[in-house]
């Protein structure tokens, strides 16, 4: 599948970022199976893609997600079809992916997040390893107030970015948190005016594309990997990590580079 014959999502190459854009503003982005797919196929073939070294994630129209789709759940239908046991497997087979295909993902994602991030829409952000906002930009871990849990995984990824108890009162009240307090909580690593969104996420992907590829990806796991375990596995697997950076052509290059009082070269190997 190329990145042309995607449903519900645009998406560009540029300059070694993967530009992906949530394609349903007709319901604020929300997630269809369509999209699932999409979006699950897309970041798959990235991460076999070697020009591609950092993907960036934004919404068409105001808003970044709303998540599911509250006509659906009315009604029963799509994503949101069958009784209970039936739903359980259709979150597993269906937005589960999602979140198994972006933590899966080796290479840095970049969320651009315009407008509303609500329900999934809020975990998908907290999915991505940095997150650049507006005054405009807001989240909710709004599950609880129509009922539901964070079925895509949101309890998972929600604490680990604003902590415990932050996130179980996100979790317990549904509220809605700003733009300030987001970058105060670290939902937000930077706000930006409105009209220069897509250039901050640009002007990140790029420098974190300028570096070199293995060591930015290594550096990824090696994060991931501290906050999961102790410090003895971690040690063990960046003795490895380092093992591999340290032979590769890009470490070379900017030692070279130091010594030539020049640019690197960085050629991702």
């Known amino acids: 599948m190329s990145y042309s014959d995607l449903q519900m999502l645009k998406v560009e190459k540029k300059d070694h970022v993967l530009w992906i854009s949530l394609n349903n503003p ?38 970044f997600c709303s998540g599911g789709d509250l006509n659906n759940m009315q009604k029963k239908s799509e994503m949101f079809a069958g009784e209970a046991n039936e739903l359980r497997q259709r979150y597993e087979q269906g937005i589960q992916r999602i979140s198994r295909a972006m933590e899966a993902f080796s290479k840095p994602l970049v969320a651009a997040v315009n407008g509303a991030a609500a329900g999934a829409g809020c975990d998908l952000a907290c999915m991505c390893d940095i997150r650049i906002g507006t005054e405009n930009t807001k989240f909710l871990e709004s599950f609880v107030k129509i009922g539901l849990v964070p079925g895509d995984g949101g309890s998972f990824f929600l604490q ?41 996420a640009a002007s990140v992907a790029l420098q974190i594309a300028s570096l070199p590829a293995a060591a930015v990806q290594l550096s990824k796991k090696s994060v991931k990997v501290a906050y999961q375990n102790s410090l003895n596995v971690t040690l063990d697997l960046l003795a490895a990590y380092q093992g591999i950076a340290q032979r590769t052509h890009d470490h070379f290059e900017a030692l070279a580079a130091i010594t030539e009082k020049r640019k690197p070269n960085f050629e991702g190997r």
């Open 160 to 200: 680990r970015i604003v902590g415990f108890a932050r996130a179980m009162e996100m979790t317990l009240t549904g509220r809605e948190v700003k733009a300030q307090e987001a970058l105060s909580i670290g939902l937000l690593n930077k706000i930006v005016p409105e009209e220069n969104l897509k250039a901050e």
């Open 26 to 63: 007709g319901t604020s982005n929300s997630i269809t199976y369509e999209m699932i797919d999409s979006l699950v196929s897309s970041l798959q073939k990235a991460e076999n893609d070697p020009s591609i070294r950092v993907a960036v994630l934004t919404g068409e129209g105001k808003n």
